[in-house]
């Protein structure tokens, strides 16, 4: 089986810094597109960023570009979330993903296996 394992969350102040780290085990996930989501309480499940196997391409959701960095050891199988100047809206739980092969998109349809989650909280 494939588990995807997320951590680093934790509960910051406003303007702090985090880094999630998402760990897969029991097989690799080589060459597929990794992504992380994010559901805060009452909300829809959320895309945050997303990095594609060829040529290393990213996408970020407009709430978190330029704040967020998203990158990848394959050979780890390791994916990680930089996350700076965090603010209160960006409290929720944070859930990496891996997409069906060949897949590359921002819908969370297409991601085949996904981690348990790892909560942020962001206090102002």
């Known amino acids: 089986q494939v588990q995807l394992v997320e951590s680093g969350g934790g509960e910051v102040q406003a303007g702090a810094s985090l880094r999630l780290s998402c760990a897969a085990s029991?097989?690799?996930?080589?060459?597929?597109?990794m992504a992380w989501f994010r559901q805060a309480p009452g909300n829809e499940r959320e895309f945050v960023a997303v990095?594609?196997?060829?040529?290393?391409?990213?996408i970020y959701a407009d709430s978190v570009k330029g704040r967020f960095v998203i990158s990848r050891d394959n050979i780890k199988n390791m994916v990680w979330l930089q996350m700076n100047n965090l603010k209160s809206e960006d409290s929720a739980i944070y859930y990496c993903?891996?997409?069906?092969?060949?897949?590359?998109?921002?819908?969370?349809?297409?991601?085949?296996?996904w981690g348990q989650g790892t909560q942020v909280t962001v206090s102002s």
């Open positions: 993903a891996a997409a069906q092969p060949g897949r590359y998109d921002t819908d969370d349809s297409i991601y085949e296996y």
């Open positions: 990095q594609r196997w060829i040529g290393g391409n990213t």
């Open positions: 029991g097989r690799t996930f080589n060459r597929r597109t």
